[in-house]
């Protein structure tokens, strides 16, 4: 888009802090548009702005920026280094004063009453200021509570109780922007492990170069223990790539010529050549970034319920303040000073800054822990409907089994011939066709060291939907299915022998002569290791219905099914079969997830409540398709993500009832006069950081 510029936030607080920026930014006269990202700390212009501009926009926040692909690593500062704690800290210092001058003198007299208004000048001059803005303004959020709750703390004065109700706000906001830094981390994360530049080789001379500055067809020269600095194919070199930036595994990836690798990733061993095939902004770390940032941007259901209960919150709140201010004096004769100061304590208690958080924390968090671990989920929406499924349908090719077909056994029909001289002529043959069956021949050939190249191939014909037949050494052979061969060569034996196999949920491929039958392979796509296990974690996770959903042959999907656990298959479906049996499902059950492989499910996956991709090592259709992307192809990570959305939910259930119960305690226990000023605040600000330490608690599972 033209004039796009995305920019990095620091000191970004609170998520209407977030929302008056972006309205801030969109004021600037040269600035078309403008969007901020609070999950992900991110402005994105559209327009012309300096950042002497824009920061001077973000001003009332302290907050600074720095250009997405700044070459400088620039991390956010320490707690104690940060602006708001350091005011934080002279605040006290000031109050400390206030009260020893207190325990002299009157709390009335010169030098605890300046004292106290020089705690609540440097803890509140960031709050006051935007505070009154906002009053002049008539717009009414937390700090204009709060500035309304100092200003009349200081009218009735209690000077000593607005310096103590600044000093807890100063903490809690500087506390609350250090737990949203925590939850962001993961996000950085990413984004520190794409490296900066990149070492080229051109006309046999190496560079040092930006990698912004890199093109299509260049060749990175990445020694051992480099990062990998963009997405390409591996031209010369071998060596094992830790690629856990991307998939969220831990052991190394062994790659060699033609492999290919991708940005962010790790060399460990040997020195690679990669030619580069997407620049930086394309590749698949770039992507996973983006997805992340546009998944903790989206709000979810709980999140857009509580935003607009929030926009009623607040004038409710100053309405309430109002009443318990004014009603007692006026009706019943009462002490003014003693109901004023309650109603400011209402206008502390009830800020809503727990309850506006209460939900996005909780999102951040999540998302951004299982984006380092390898899974991408593309939103709130997603991460709240996982935690609600009911029934999960799987497809079996590439799901549940490798997706590659493997030579099983060999069934020989002639003495004069080995299993070993049966592969070695099948692979002279299948050399030259490009269906997986013939594939999985060649390489059964070669990982058990038969050389069959060497034989001299002739007259290769391929027989569409049956097989190929060539001349080797001089003989014709023929290879394929059962059909391609007379009914007089296929022996009772032989049809015993085949059907048998195919049985066992194997497809069968039989090479003869036209005189004599040598013998058959049955080839199958084998079951990964741990599916059992997977079921099994599912079924303890309470899903109530478990259904292979698969266009495979009803007897190879039921042999599969039935060695993992699953008794409820359907087979033989097209791609408006599969869609049909989801509309079924969700009628059934409610909430359905299906896990395919990305590529061909994709009507399945858009009509479940959650699509479930393998990224099959990080393909961009699985990254297009599903809901959620397993970017290790590993399906055990599958009862993680069903765990952590349930949790998140829980949590943000949690969340919402803690700020509404506390609030509501404190709102009680202000009628009689037994919570004065600051201890509402110590209230709020206590409701605050629950929230936001229950949500890390995310970060544990």
């Not at 737990?179 to 070492?199: F, N, T, V």
């Not at 009911?390 to 799901?399: E, P, Q, V």
């Not at 506390?662 to 709020?684: C, S, Y």
């Amino acid at each position: 888009m033209e004039n796009r510029h995305v920019y990095r936030l620091q000191g970004l607080s609170c998520a209407n802090c977030a929302a008056k920026f972006e309205q801030n930014v969109k004021a600037i006269a040269t600035v078309k548009e403008a969007h901020v990202n609070f999950g992900a700390a991110k402005l994105t212009v559209i327009g012309e702005a300096s950042i002497a501009e824009l920061e001077k926009a973000g001003a009332f926040d302290g907050i600074r920026l720095i250009p997405e692909h700044a070459q400088t690593q620039s991390s956010a500062p320490e707690f104690w280094q940060t602006r708001a704690t350091v005011l934080a800290l002279i605040s006290a210092c000031f109050l400390m004063v206030g009260y020893a001058a207190s325990l002299w003198m009157k709390e009335s007299e010169w030098l605890a009453v300046g004292a106290f208004a020089l705690a609540i000048a440097v803890g509140g001059y960031d709050l006051l200021r935007v505070g009154l803005l906002n009053l002049w303004h008539f717009r009414f959020d937390m700090k204009t509570l709060m500035t309304i709750a100092i200003i009349g703390a200081a009218f009735i004065g209690e000077w000593k109780e607005g310096a103590v109700v600044v000093l807890l706000f100063a903490i809690s906001e500087a506390l609350e922007r250090y737990a949203m830094d925590r939850s962001r981390r993961s996000i950085q994360y990413l984004i520190d492990a794409a490296p900066k530049k990149a070492m080229v080789r051109k006309e046999n001379q190496e560079y040092e170069v930006d990698v912004d500055e890199l093109e299509i067809d260049d060749i990175m020269i990445v020694k051992p223990g480099q990062k990998i600095a963009a997405d390409g194919l591996v031209v010369h070199g071998t060596s094992a790539v830790n690629e856990a930036t991307i998939t969220g595994e831990s052991m190394p990836v062994y790659k060699s010529v033609n492999d290919e690798v991708y940005a962010g990733t790790i060399n460990e061993e040997g020195a690679l050549e990669v030619k580069v095939t997407k620049k930086r902004s394309e590749s698949m770390l770039a992507k996973m970034i983006d997805l992340v940032e546009e998944a903790q941007a989206e709000r979810a259901p709980a999140q857009q319920l509580v935003d607009r209960f929030a926009r009623y919150y607040t004038p409710l709140i100053m309405m309430i303040a109002f009443i318990v201010a004014v009603t007692p004096p006026l009706l019943f004769g009462e002490n003014w000073e003693a109901w004023v100061y309650r109603g400011l304590a209402v206008l502390v208690v009830g800020c809503p800054c727990a309850l506006v958080i209460s939900t996005p924390v909780a999102i951040v968090t999540a998302i951004g822990h299982a984006a380092r671990r390898g899974i991408l989920i593309k939103g709130g929406i997603y991460l709240e409907e996982m935690g609600k499924i009911a029934a999960i349908a799987f497809d079996k090719t590439g799901t549940l089994t490798k997706g590659t077909p493997e030579v099983a056994a060999i069934r020989l029909f002639s003495d004069h011939v080995t299993e070993e001289e049966w592969l070695q002529i099948a692979a002279a043959i299948e050399k030259y066709s490009q269906h997986p069956i013939a594939s999985a021949i060649v390489r059964k050939a070669q990982e058990r060291g038969i050389v069959f190249t060497d034989r001299q191939v002739t007259n290769f014909y391929s027989v569409t939907g049956k097989g190929a037949s060539a001349s080797v050494d001089g003989i014709t052979y023929y290879i394929g299915s059962p059909a391609l061969f007379s009914e007089y060569l296929l022996s009772k034996e032989v049809h015993a022998t085949i059907q048998q196999l195919q049985q066992a949920g194997n497809t069968v491929v039989v090479l003869g002569s036209e005189h004599q039958l040598l013998g058959v392979a049955a080839v199958s796509d084998q079951v990964r290791e741990y599916a059992a296990d997977i079921i099994q974690e599912l079924r303890k996770e309470k899903i109530k219905q478990l259904t292979v959903v698969t266009g495979d042959h009803r007897v190879t999907a039921e042999h599969v099914s039935h060695s993992i656990g699953l008794t409820e298959i359907q087979a033989e479906l097209l791609p408006e079969d599969k869609l049909r049996v989801m509309k079924e499902m969700r009628e059934k059950y409610g909430r359905v997830a299906m896990i395919g492989d990305g590529v061909n499910d994709a009507p399945a996956l858009a009509a479940a409540n959650v699509g479930v991709a393998l990224g099959t090592g990080g393909t961009d259709v699985a990254l297009e398709t599903a809901d959620i992307v397993l970017m290790g192809d590993d399906l055990r990570q599958l009862p993680y993500v069903i765990r952590l959305s349930r949790k998140a939910l829980r949590m943000i259930k949690e969340n919402i009832v803690l700020a509404l119960s506390l609030k509501l305690l404190a709102l009680i226990l202000i009628v009689p006069g037994w919570l004065t000023l600051w201890m509402a605040i110590f209230a709020d600000m206590g409701a605050t950081l629950i929230v936001l330490f229950n949500s890390m608690r995310l970060m544990r599972i």
